[in-house]
């Protein structure tokens, strides 16, 4: 089956950038959507289709991917960032959406 | 405003029954294809079921084929989870979450979620 790795957690300090690596086997070739989830709170798209906003995201959210990787960005973070992050793709090989394994962003 | 509502969690036996519920609003239900997605306590989000905007497609997670049925009443704007034969490990809260085609399916609405315990 299909498995999306992710860091356990990634650090940043207030102000500065946050970059979340989300890695699976040629993942360059799917469509890749990045969810935020707060504590007790049900989970947010941020980014969809690999490096799109939602209306009403930031511009601060940014994503890329290729090859192996896909990658959230999170620029001039803030306190407000603090929480789960979660890629997201289609397996179209097993008709299954696949889940990442979580990051948890800590802003110091 | 558009909204999902779950409700029909609840604690349950090991190798009881529950059905879920997600009822609609603010949106054309009946033109979109609907999941339910499950974080158990402590844990990531997992893909549960999906179920296209007729009902004619269906997709299950394999820790779940075979005892949960995903349904939906286009009429009654309501999405459905018939979980049998329970197991403490679909201890989770259950979300309902829509894929929208403009975001190249990726799900931007989702309900609150609805608790479900499996214990003895």
């Known amino acids: 089956s299909y498995e999306l790795t992710q860091p356990l957690s990634v650090s940043v300090a207030l102000g500065q950038t946050a970059r979340i690596t989300c890695g699976g086997n040629?993942?360059?070739?799917?469509?890749v959507h990045w969810y935020q989830q707060k504590p007790g709170q049900a989970p947010v798209l941020v980014i969809y289709r690999d490096s799109n906003r939602p209306s009403g995201i930031p511009e601060r959210f940014s994503g890329s991917n290729s090859g192996n990787t896909a990658t959230l960005t999170i620029s001039r973070a803030q306190a407000g960032d603090e929480a789960d992050y979660y890629c997201q793709v289609w397996d179209s090989s097993t008709a299954r959406y696949v889940f990442g394994t979580g990051t948890k962003v800590t802003v110091l | 405003e558009v909204q999902l509502v779950e409700s029909g969690g609840g604690l349950v036996q090991p190798g009881g029954s529950l059905r879920l519920s997600c009822a609609a609003s603010g949106f054309t239900f009946s033109s979109y294809s609907m999941n339910w997605v499950r974080q158990a306590p402590g844990k990531g989000l997992e893909w549960v079921s999906y179920?296209?905007?007729?009902?004619?497609?269906?997709y299950y997670a394999d820790s779940v084929k075979g005892r949960f049925t995903i349904s939906r009443d286009n009429a009654k704007n309501s999405l459905y989870l018939q979980m049998n034969s329970l197991r403490d490990e679909d201890t989770a809260v259950y979300y309902c979450?829509?894929?929208?085609?403009?975001?190249?399916?990726?799900?931007?609405?989702w309900g609150q979620g609805t608790t479900v315990t499996v214990s003895s």
């Open positions: 179920i296209s905007s007729s009902s004619s497609t269906i």
């Open positions: 979450a829509r894929p929208h085609p403009t975001y190249g399916y990726g799900m931007d609405v």
């Open positions: 040629n993942i360059g070739s799917k469509n």
